[in-house]
């Protein structure tokens, strides 16, 4: 069974920078196009940022985080990365990693908490 497991969210101000790791037990990562996801609380789960699979060369974000996320990979460590930076009170949410939503989700994790303070 697949379990992802979720990491690096905390509380910042606005402007701050959090990097966020998701690592998978049960499933080699590097195969899979992978994503980030996030829900804020009283919204519908949101797609942030996709990478395709293997060497991850093509990179998607929502508009919403263009040029202030970046996501990335490390197959040897069986990890997914999302770095944050210029963050705002409107990026508050829990993030979540899965499989890129275009070719099926597994199940999800415990995601990890992003509070952005003003």
């Known amino acids: 069974q697949v379990q992802f497991v979720e990491s690096g969210g905390g509380l910042v101000q606005s402007g701050g920078s959090l990097r966020l790791s998701c690592t998978a037990s049960g499933l080699q990562l590097s195969p899979y196009s992978m994503a980030w996801y996030r829900q804020a609380s009283g919204e519908q789960r949101e797609l942030v940022a996709t990478?395709?699979?293997?060497?991850?060369?093509?990179?998607k974000y929502a508009d919403s985080t263009k040029g202030r996320f970046t996501i990335s990979r490390d197959n040897t460590k069986n990890t997914v990365t999302l770095q944050m930076t210029n963050l705002t009170p409107e990026d508050t949410a829990v993030y979540y990693c899965?499989?890129?939503?275009?070719?099926?989700?597994?199940?999800w994790g415990q995601g990890t908490q992003v509070t952005v303070s003003s």
């Open positions: 899965n499989r890129n939503q275009a070719f099926g989700i597994f199940s």
């Open positions: 990478i395709s699979g293997d060497l991850g060369f093509e990179r």
